[in-house]
């Protein structure tokens, strides 16, 4: 089974779409392994987005992200990374398809709402980043019978 990091940023937060943004990742039968609300300090976020480092849209990138409360999860599923990722849409929610968390609930690149990890070696590196251990839940779901074959 596969684990993968999703943030809700500042924005989700702020509009009032957690619930919304959580209701859909539930209804695809993913799991929630684990789930906080924090505000990001900057030393974790550069970590974070290491990947854009020197791109144009970087500071602004980092000093969104760290303005204000996110709500940072794990999900658990098959493929859930690209589960995940299909879910959120594209980067752009102007390129977003709807019925994705971006095009139904955005308008611009830098308030899209959602992170998802890119790939399962990232998800896996940025979920340590985010939880330890400790704060991750074992539990069985009896629904589970009916979400897998
Ligand atoms: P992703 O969030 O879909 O994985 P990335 O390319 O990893 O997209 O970029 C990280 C975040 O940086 C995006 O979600 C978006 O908020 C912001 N971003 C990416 N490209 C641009 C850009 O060209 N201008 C402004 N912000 C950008
Ligand atoms: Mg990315």
Do not use: C
């Not at 999900?75 to 102007?94: F, K, N, Q």
């Amino acid at each position: 089974m596969q684990r993968t990091l999703v943030l809700i940023k500042p924005d989700g937060v702020q509009r009032g779409l957690v619930g919304e943004i959580i209701r859909r990742l539930e209804r695809r039968g993913l799991k929630l392994i684990a789930m906080k609300m924090m505000q990001v300090p900057r030393e974790q976020a550069s970590r974070h987005y290491a990947e854009h480092q020197g791109k144009a849209f970087y500071e602004g990138l980092l000093g969104f992200i760290t303005s204000g409360p996110i709500v940072a999860m794990i999900w658990e599923g098959r493929e859930a990374v690209t589960v995940v990722r299909s879910l959120m849409g594209s980067t752009d929610p102007l390129k977003a398809q709807p019925g994705t968390i971006r095009g139904d609930l955005a308008l611009d690149l830098g308030m899209n709402l959602i992170h998802g990890s890119d790939s399962p070696a990232r998800a896996e590196s940025e979920i340590a980043l985010f939880f330890s251990a400790a704060e991750f839940h074992e539990y069985e779901r009896t629904i589970d019978q009916w979400i897998r074959e």
